[in-house]
Structure formats: structure tokens, C-alpha cells
């Protein structure tokens, strides 16, 4: 007798899905994936390395007539908004199809020593404490403005990568897993995406069950497939797409995830990364410039010292690649610029994130008895807020330099007001829905979202006092 299993939840695939082609159409083609990659690298490293042997642009010149400055248009102004917007929009099809530092690390791993991933290596912190590091020390060398640090920084970001896959895994990305200072940026913004592989676990059971064995795949990012129930931690490469028939390219709700996947376990550094990290840390980055109490309070320090008669910090200046030093360019850090800016981005960061923090435990606590999970489930939902604020100061960067060129964006406020109202909107969306699932009062439910939008307060803040004030 000929017994015939039928999954339960099945969903019913269509010949004619184009997510469906899509997804397979990026199974079939990894060798064209693998040659789109290594041209990015070959772009990537003349981009890099070029501008550090050629003389420091004068403000004569033009992005389109000087390369240096072209380049740093195209890393700051055009590159890495384009990287968060599409991640957003489509998953980490960065990450699994144009990233150099993916391939190379991949690369190296096939070719290294393939050892066992130690466990220190796997701390989750680490996403989040190199981001902190890099923002910080991005800040102090002037990464935007000179292409020495550029390469420093990238260059040496992308030097690790290989490293790290020369030393651990074979053929896989254990830098980009775990190691990557814009991994965990690129996993929150991930969540969103209307766009991932879905897999299902009736048809994975199914074809089990039918005795075939299917070729392995390799999941260089080694997220568990099978298990896998988000964009988070997926490249979006598609060598899995219709593995076992249970994994394809589909549609969700933006709002997905964040609602009911990712409370599902508690992500301290996750929440960290949030609000300390984005809301705080990333926007004192964009902002400390033209913050006129950054002005005031070295203005304060300087006569502090004078009156006291200690005067090295004031001259004191330190190399480019510990503070910024192009005397060339009237641009240079004393060592009392540099302790107070790193001072400056630190207050920014414990300040909104401590206060974002405290409204986010009270909203917790007003759903009901305190559950850990749950407040750092109603962290998440300050991703569109979070990420679109990261966008903004970027942009911010392309705008001035088209501006500093004579090109002229029109309605560029009214962009960036709307792109904070509807950030601000869908994390507000997103926190509402999310209390459905903890509570069914609706009084609890208006309490929490009220918190939760005043802990949504100090980062519009910060934005608005640096786009439309200062």
C-alpha cells in the first residue's frame, strides 16, 4: 500500500511565481554571482588604494574632474546609503552578491587552514562593539573627508576578513557571521525586507520522508537553514533556493519579523546596538561638526586649561592615524579635539540610549508582570526609526558634497522630514501590533505605545536639531 503524506500548511506554488524564478535563477547562476563579486573587488580596491597615492584634492577641483574625491563620493555619498536602503528594501543581497569582503573572506576559507571555530570568536557582542569602535575611531581620523583612513579602515576591515577565513572554516563567511562591524546594522535592517527565503518545514519533513537525498549546499553565512525563520542572518545568495523543495524566494509583510519572529528569544546586544548604537552613538557622529555645544564646551575647556596655565593639549597634535593631521588643509586635532570628541559621541550615546532605554523598560513593565523578552522585543521595533536616521546622516554626506559642487538637490528638507515622519510612523506601526501579542487591553496597549514614543523622542530630537536648527 502506497502511503501519501500531504503537508498541512503547504503553501501553493505557482509556475508563474517570479519570486520563485528569481530565487532559482540566482541557484543556477552562482558562477555569474562569483564573477559579479570579484568585479566589485577589483572596483573596490582601486577605489581604496588609488586616492592614498595621489595629492589631496584643493577646493578648486571637482568630484567628477578629481578621483579622490570621486571616490569618497562614491564610498560615502553614494555606496553605503545604497547598501542600507537596498537592505531594507531587499535583505542582505549585499552581503551575498556584491560584497568584496564577503568573497574574499569565502575565498580565503577555501584555501586556509579550515579550523574549528572557536567559541570566543562566536560572542555576539563583538557586531556591536566593532561597530562603536569604527564609528569612534572613523570620527577621530576624518574617514569622510581623506582617503588615508579610508583605506586604514576598510582596507584593514577587509585585511581581517581574510584572516579570518584563512584561519577558521572551510569555504564559509565566519567573519561576515560573526565579526563584521556592520553585520549586526545589516541583520536589523534585514528584518524589514519585504523580500526572503522562506522555508517550510512540512515540505522539508516531506521530502525526508521520501528517502531522496539532495545535494548539499554550502551556506557560507552557516545560518541553519532548516531552522531558519527570518532575514536576519541570510545572505540572500539563493544557492539554497529549492533545496529539499521546501526553500524559495517569497513575499512577507515588511512587518513580519519584527512582530512575531524576533521575539522569539531575548537579543541583548541587539538592543544595545539599537539604542545606544544607532539612536545615540551614529547620530552624535553626524551631528558633533555643527553642535554648538561641542563649540561651547571646547571653548569652556580651552580657558579652563589657559587660566590654569596647561597649554600642551591645546598644542599638541597627534598622527593621522590616531587624530586628524593635514595641516596642508588648515584640518588638524588637537589632543583636546580629540578626548572631547570622543567625550561628545559617548555622552550622545549614554544619553539617548539611557533614556530611550528607561521609556522602553516602563512600556515593558505596562503590558504587563516584567518579562525580559518582551522589552527586548519592543527594542526592535525601533529599527525603521533606527536605520532611517543612520540613512540620513549619510545622505546627509552626498547632499553636502553635491552641494560643495554647485549641484543643488531640490526639496531635500522636505525628503528627510518625510523620511523621519514615516520612519517614525512605522516604528510607532510596529509597537502597536507588537502589544497585541503581549496583551489584549487596550489600555495597556495605548500606555506602552505612548512610552515607547517618547522613548522615540530623543533621537527625532537629535535629528531635527541637526538638519533644521543648528
Not at 566593532?130 to 583605506?151: I, K, N
Not at 588638524?332 to 578626548?339: F, H, K, P, R, Y
Request: proline fraction near 7%.
Amino acid at each position: 500500500m502506497t502511503i501519501t503524506i500531504v503537508p498541512r500548511h503547504a503553501p501553493s506554488i505557482q509556475p508563474d511565481d517570479v519570486w520563485l524564478k528569481i530565487g532559482d535563477w540566482l541557484q543556477r547562476h552562482q558562477a555569474t554571482i562569483r564573477s559579479v563579486q570579484w568585479t566589485m573587488v577589483l572596483v573596490y580596491c582601486v577605489l581604496l588604494i588609488v586616492p592614498v597615492f595621489l595629492p589631496l584634492p584643493d577646493r578648486a577641483v571637482y568630484l567628477w574632474t578629481n578621483f579622490t574625491r570621486f571616490a569618497q563620493f562614491i564610498f560615502w555619498g553614494v555606496w553605503w546609503p545604497l547598501v542600507l536602503l537596498t537592505t531594507a528594501l531587499v535583505g542582505r543581497i549585499w552581503c551575498g552578491i556584491l560584497c568584496p569582503e564577503g568573497a574574499i573572506t569565502e575565498f580565503a576559507g577555501g584555501h586556509g587552514r579550515g579550523r574549528a571555530i572557536p567559541r570566543w570568536l562566536m560572542w555576539p557582542g563583538w557586531p556591536t562593539l566593532a561597530f562603536a569602535c569604527t564609528t569612534l575611531y572613523g570620527q577621530m581620523t576624518s574617514v569622510y573627508q581623506y582617503p588615508a583612513p579610508t583605506l586604514l579602515i576598510l582596507g584593514g576591515s577587509t585585511l581581517a576578513a581574510a584572516l579570518i577565513g584563512l584561519l577558521y572554516g572551510r569555504n564559509k563567511r565566519v567573519w561576515c557571521r560573526y565579526l563584521c562591524p556592520v553585520s549586526g546594522v545589516f541583520g536589523l535592517l534585514a528584518k524589514l525586507a519585504p523580500l526572503h527565503f522562506r522555508v517550510d518545514p512540512p515540505l522539508w519533513q516531506l521530502s525526508q520522508l521520501s528517502g531522496t537525498k539532495p545535494k548539499a549546499i554550502n551556506c557560507a553565512p552557516l545560518v541553519p537553514i532548516r531552522t531558519m525563520r527570518g532575514a536576519s542572518d541570510c545572505h540572500m545568495c539563493g544557492r539554497c533556493s529549492g533545496f529539499r523543495g521546501a526553500i524559495r524566494l517569497a513575499r512577507r509583510s515588511p512587518n513580519h519579523e519584527i512582530v512575531h519572529v524576533a521575539g522569539a528569544a531575548a537579543k541583548p546586544w541587539e538592543t544595545i546596538l539599537i539604542v545606544f548604537g544607532l539612536m545615540g552613538l551614529a547620530v552624535g557622529a553626524f551631528q558633533w561638526s555643527v553642535s554648538p555645544w561641542f563649540v561651547y564646551a571646547k571653548q569652556w575647556m580651552a580657558e579652563w586649561l589657559i587660566e590654569n596655565g596647561i597649554t600642551w593639549p591645546l598644542e599638541a597634535t597627534a598622527p593621522w592615524w590616531v587624530l586628524t593631521n593635514y595641516p596642508q588643509k588648515n584640518d588638524v586635532m588637537t589632543l583636546l579635539d580629540g578626548a572631547l570628541l570622543v567625550a561628545y559621541l559617548l555622552a550622545a550615546a549614554l544619553a539617548c540610549g539611557a533614556t530611550t532605554l528607561s521609556l522602553l523598560a516602563l512600556a515593558a513593565r505596562s503590558l504587563g508582570p516584567w518579562r525580559t523578552q518582551r522589552f527586548h522585543h519592543l527594542a526592535q521595533s525601533l529599527i525603521p526609526l533606527a536605520g532611517a536616521g543612520v540613512f540620513l546622516g549619510l545622505s546627509g554626506l552626498t547632499v553636502s558634497q553635491l552641494r560643495s559642487d554647485g549641484i543643488v538637490l531640490p526639496f531635500v528638507d522636505l525628503l528627510r522630514l518625510a523620511t523621519l515622519a514615516m520612519a517614525t510612523f512605522w516604528s510607532g506601526v510596529l509597537c502597536w501590533q507588537m502589544t497585541g501579542t503581549y496583551s489584549q487591553q487596550p489600555a495597556r496597549r495605548v500606555l506602552a505605545l505612548s512610552l515607547v514614543g517618547l522613548a522615540m523622542t530623543p533621537a527625532v530630537a537629535e535629528w531635527v536639531l541637526l538638519f533644521w536648527i543648528w
